[in-house]
Nanobody
Framework: QVQLVESGGGLVQAGGSLKLSCTTSGSIFRLSAMGWYRQAPGKQRELVAGITSGGSTNYADSVKGRFTISRDNAKNTVYLQMNSLKPEDTAVYYC?????????WGRGTQVTVSS
C-alpha cells in the first residue's frame, strides 16, 4: 500500500510564501506522475499543479507564475513552492500519485492565507 504524507501547510499573510512537501513510501515514486490539488470549502477539488515522471509540469491558470512544482526522486518527495499567496489560495491541499491504473491520495494539509 502506498502512503502519501503532506506537510508544510499553515497560516500565512497575503503576499507570503509556503512550501508544501509530499513524501511517499515504495519504489514506484520515480515512475509516477504526481500532482497537487486543492479543495476550498464548498468547492470541488481542483488541480493546482502536476509533474510527470519525466519532469514535465503543468499549472492551473490561477497559480501560474506564483507556484512551482518539483520532485526529488532520491527522496521520494514532491514539492509545491507557493509564492505571492492570496486569500483565494486558502484550501486543503492534497498530494496525488498516479501510476498506471493506480491512484493514491494523501490526507491533505491546510493552507490559510489571511488578508
Amino acid at each position: 500500500q502506498v502512503q502519501l504524507v503532506e506537510s508544510g501547510g499553515g497560516l500565512v499573510q497575503a503576499g507570503g510564501s509556503l512550501k508544501l512537501s509530499c513524501t511517499t513510501s515504495g519504489s514506484i515514486f520515480r515512475l509516477s506522475a504526481m500532482g497537487w490539488y486543492r479543495q476550498a470549502p464548498g468547492k470541488q477539488r481542483e488541480l493546482v499543479a502536476g509533474i510527470t515522471s519525466g519532469g514535465s509540469t503543468n499549472y492551473a491558470d490561477s497559480v501560474k507564475g506564483r507556484f512551482t512544482i518539483s520532485r526529488d526522486n532520491a527522496k521520494n518527495t514532491v514539492y509545491l513552492q507557493m509564492n505571492s499567496l492570496k486569500p483565494e489560495d486558502t484550501a486543503v491541499y492534497y498530494c496525488k500519485l498516479a501510476y498506471i491504473d493506480y491512484v493514491y491520495w494523501g490526507r491533505g494539509t491546510q493552507v490559510t492565507v489571511s488578508s
